[in-house]
């Protein structure tokens, strides 16, 4: 069923869908404490996690400044830049097992 609103063909269930999808990224901004790009940038040359307007993907790039971020070099050495709507900090990457010195020994380990 399609409707037309001020000579716009309105489809209803797309428009649910729009709904579902804003709500599911709002939802997700707030448990993953993503920065919106409107509120704050992150300082220049500062590697983040970022959400791609263009592609709807997420990227790890450096923040060049301008809203710009790099992050990727083609083969000709050409920068790839991209704006995002939303950045994060790059999360610290898990500790391998072993390193932790309050650990107790494993007795499978062999010493």
């Not at 707030?30 to 920065?35: E, F, L, M, S, T």
């Not at 060049?64 to 994060?88: E, P, V």
Request: charge should be positive; glycine fraction near 6%.
């Amino acid at each position: 069923m399609t409707t037309i609103v001020y000579g716009k063909s309105v489809n209803p269930v797309i428009n649910a869908r729009s709904r579902r999808q804003k709500r599911r990224k709002a939802e997700a901004v707030r448990r993953w404490n993503w920065i919106t790009a409107k509120e704050r940038m992150p300082e220049i040359k500062d590697k983040v996690l970022i959400c791609n307007n263009n592609t709807k993907g997420q990227l790890v790039g450096v923040y060049l400044g301008n809203g710009q971020f790099h992050y990727a070099d083609c083969c000709q050495g050409i920068r790839k830049t991209c704006t995002a709507s939303h950045w994060m900090p790059v999360p610290e990457l898990p500790k391998p097992p072993g390193n932790d010195k309050n650990a107790k020994p494993n007795s499978e380990t062999l010493p």
